[in-house]
C-alpha cells in the first residue's frame, strides 16, 4: 500500500503540476470549460496505475505471474522492517481526521443528505450567497434578502448557475475528487491542485451559463457576483465536496476577468486523453497464452504453488527485493531449466526464488520453454 501511494504521489505530481504552472495558459487557449475538464487527467493517471499492476504481463506470447512473499516474523528492536507498518498507521489516521472534519463541517452547515428526485429550497439566515448543495437530491440555500438584492434578472442568472452545478455533475463529481483528497492528504500540491480545481469549476459553470447570453446579460451577471461575494471565506468551503458557494471578494477578480471570454468548449482534449487511455489499457491488458492444445486466453497459472521462504538474514535487515525467473514446463508439468535473469539486489533472494520455483506443478497442457515468473519478497 505504501509503494502504490508513493507511486502514484510521483505520478499524479506530473499531472497537477504542468495545470497548476501553466493554468494561465491553458485559461487562455482553451477556455474555462475545456481547461476544468483537462482535471480529469487526475483520475484517468491512477487508473493507469491500476491497470499496470493488475493481472500478468505478457513476455514474448507466454505468461509471467507475480508472486508476493510476506514475512511475518518478529524481529527485536527497532527495525526498518518496522517502519512500512507505521507509515501505512499514520496515513490511516490522516484518512480518517479528513473525512471527520468533514462530517463535522457538514454537521454544522446543515446542508442536506436527504433522498430525494426534486429540488428543496430553503432560506437560511445564515447564508451570505446562494449555495446548492446534497449528494442525492439538491438543496438550493438562499439567503433571506435574495429577492431584494437581485434584480429579476440577476436572480435568474443566479439560479442557472446553482443549477447547472447540479445538472453538470459538479457536486458528484466533487465528491469524487475528495475521496482522492483524502488518500492524498499528505501530498501539497494535491491541495492546491484540489483548489485549483474547485475554482476551475466556477470559471466553468460560468461559462456554460453565459454561452449564449448578450453583453448585457454578462454585465448584469458581474453585478450579481459581486453583490453575492463575502468579504471573507471559510477554508471548509472550497473543500465541502457537496457544496457550492460564489466565493470571496478575491475569487471575484478572475471570474470577473473570464466573462468576457466566449471560448467555446472543445472535446479534442478529451478525446486524446481517451486514445492514450484505451492504448495503456490495450498494452496492460491480460495477455492471451496458446498451448499446444490451441486452448487460447488461458493463462499457465500452477496447479501446485509453493511460496519461497524468506531468507532470515535478509528479513532482519529489513530487505526487501524481487527475483525475474524464466523456466520450462515438462510433459509431466514440472519445471525445469530455470534460470535467475534479474534479481534486486543481486544474490539475496535467488535461491530462495529457485529452490520454490522447483517444487512448482502445471498441467501438461502448458509443457514448453520461455516461461517467466515474478517473485517479489516483502516485509509486513
Not at 3 to 19: F, N, T, Y
Not at 104 to 118: E, F, L, M, V
Request: proline share 5%; net charge positive.
Amino acid at each position: 500500500m505504501i509503494d502504490w501511494l508513493w507511486q502514484s504521489s510521483l505520478l499524479i505530481s506530473a499531472v497537477i503540476l504542468p495545470l497548476l504552472l501553466g493554468h494561465a495558459w491553458l485559461l487562455r487557449r482553451l477556455g474555462a470549460q475545456t481547461t476544468y475538464s483537462l482535471w480529469a487527467l487526475v483520475p484517468l493517471s491512477l487508473a493507469l496505475v491500476a491497470l499496470a499492476e493488475a493481472g500478468a504481463v505478457t513476455t514474448s506470447g507466454w505468461t509471467q505471474l507475480q508472486v508476493v512473499t510476506t514475512v511475518q516474523q518478529e524481529v527485536a528492536g527497532w527495525r526498518p522492517a518496522q517502519l512500512p507498518a507505521l507509515s501505512l498507521m499514520i496515513w490511516a489516521l490522516g484518512v480518517t481526521a479528513a473525512w471527520a472534519l468533514l462530517l463535522r463541517h457538514r454537521t454544522k452547515s446543515r446542508a442536506s443528505w436527504s433522498i430525494g428526485r426534486h429540488l428543496r429550497v430553503v432560506r437560511w439566515r445564515d447564508c451570505l450567497s446562494p449555495a446548492i448543495s446534497g449528494l442525492l437530491r439538491p438543496t438550493l440555500y438562499l439567503p433571506l434578502d435574495f429577492s431584494a438584492r437581485f434584480s429579476s434578472d440577476q436572480r435568474r442568472l443566479v439560479l442557472a448557475h446553482e443549477l447547472a452545478h447540479w445538472q453538470r455533475g459538479d457536486l458528484h463529481s466533487n465528491f469524487g475528487a475528495f475521496l482522492l483528497l483524502s488518500v492524498f492528504w499528505f501530498h501539497p500540491l494535491v491541495w492546491l491542485g484540489y483548489r485549483r480545481y474547485r475554482m476551475d469549476q466556477e470559471l466553468a459553470c460560468d461559462a456554460h451559463v453565459l454561452g449564449k447570453t448578450s453583453t448585457a446579460a454578462q454585465a448584469s451577471y458581474g453585478r450579481a457576483l459581486l453583490l453575492a461575494a463575502g468579504p471573507t471565506q471559510s477554508p471548509w468551503s472550497l473543500i465541502d465536496p457537496l457544496t457550492n458557494h460564489y466565493g470571496a471578494y478575491k475569487k471575484m477578480k478572475e471570474r470577473l476577468q473570464n466573462l468576457t471570454q466566449s471560448k467555446s468548449y472543445t472535446r479534442l482534449p478529451i478525446v486524446a486523453l481517451s486514445i492514450v487511455v484505451f492504448a495503456a489499457a490495450m498494452l496492460w491488458q491480460s495477455p492471451t497464452v496458446a498451448s499446444e492444445t490451441g486452448n487460447e486466453n488461458e493463462l499457465a497459472t500452477p496447479i501446485v504453488r509453493i511460496n519461497p521462504q524468506y531468507p532470515a538474514a535478509a528479513a532482519k535487515q529489513g530487505l526487501e527485493g524481487k527475483v525475474a525467473l524464466r523456466f520450462s514446463i515438462t510433459a509431466a508439468g514440472e519445471t525445469d531449466a530455470i534460470e535467475v535473469i534479474n534479481a534486486e539486489p543481486e544474490g539475496v533472494f535467488d535461491s530462495a526464488a529457485v529452490r520454490a520455483l522447483e517444487k512448482w506443478r502445471y498441467h501438461p497442457r502448458f509443457a514448453g520453454d520461455g516461461h517467466e515468473v515474478l517473485l517479489a519478497f516483502t516485509l509486513e
